[in-house]
């Protein structure tokens, strides 16, 4: 099981002198992640969060991300959408090709004025 891991966010922040504290953006795709962990207190201001093509099936650990503006989570195993209600900013989610079977879980998303896009 591939972690979230201070290494592997500060190899990926180079843009950002690897500073994790400030990052706004990051890019975790094709990690074989298995869990959302970490980010919510190491890098509580990102806008734009990328995990696609990972292994995820939950999502957690983002509620605290109330900066968040752009989510994506495609080519998951996500089954539900759910704990993304401290999501304040959030304008756009990507859950292509996922397993999402419970669709009165997208309901509880309608709560969020500024989401534009899913």
Known sequence: MARITEELIRRR???NNLEITTLEEISLHQQDIEKIE???KWCR?????????????K???VGR????EYLNLALNNITK???LSGCESLQKLDFTVN??????SVE???VNEHLKEM
Do not use: A, C, M, R
């Open 13 to 15: 922040s180079e843009h």
């Open 38 to 40: 970490h980010l919510d």
């Open 45 to 57: 201001n990102l806008k734009i969060l990328y995990l696609q093509s990972n292994l995820i099936p």
């Open 59 to 61: 999502i957690e650990n």
């Open 65 to 68: 991300l109330k900066y968040l």
């Open 81 to 83: 959408v759910e704990n």
């Open 99 to 104: 397993f999402i079977g419970d669709l009165l």
């Open 108 to 110: 509880s998303l309608k």
